[in-house]
Nanobody, 116 residues
Framework: QVRLVESGGGLVQPGGSLRLSCVAS????????LGWYRQAPGKGRELVAT???????NYADFVKGRFTISRDNAKNTMYLQMNSLKPEDTAIYYC??????????WGQGTQVTVSS
């Protein structure tokens, strides 16, 4: 069982930045892909960004050009750098990883609130 722990959420003004971190309890090199998802109040969970074991990235249209996903294999950590934040980015952000066998793991989530 892989344990994922997110951090870095908080309250930020529109236009501001935050960096989310997600630390895994075992090597992320064992994972097929890593990703960030979010869930806003009253809405379903949606994909934000993913990064493959080879480093290929994929972004939802609503964050392209503003958010960057990255990984540090030595630290078993992935990141989500969020710039130019908007009120509609307010949500609980979850990190996720998929094992080569198809196993799916989720973190507990971190709250991001964008408000003036």
């Amino acid at each position: 069982q892989v344990r994922l722990v997110e951090s870095g959420g908080g309250l930020v003004q529109p236009g501001g930045s935050l960096r989310l971190s997600c630390v895994a309890s075992e090597s992320i090199l064992n994972m097929y892909s890593l990703g960030w998802y979010r869930q806003a109040p009253g809405k379903g969970r949606e994909l934000v960004a993913t990064i493959s074991s080879g480093g290929s990235t994929n972004y939802a249209d609503f964050v392209k050009g503003r958010f960057t996903i990255s990984r540090d294999n030595a630290k078993n950590t992935m990141y989500l750098q969020m710039n130019s934040l908007k009120p509609e980015d307010t949500a609980i952000y979850y990190c996720n990883c998929v094992g080569y066998g198809g196993a799916l793991y989720w973190g507990q989530g971190t709250q991001v609130t964008v408000s003036s």
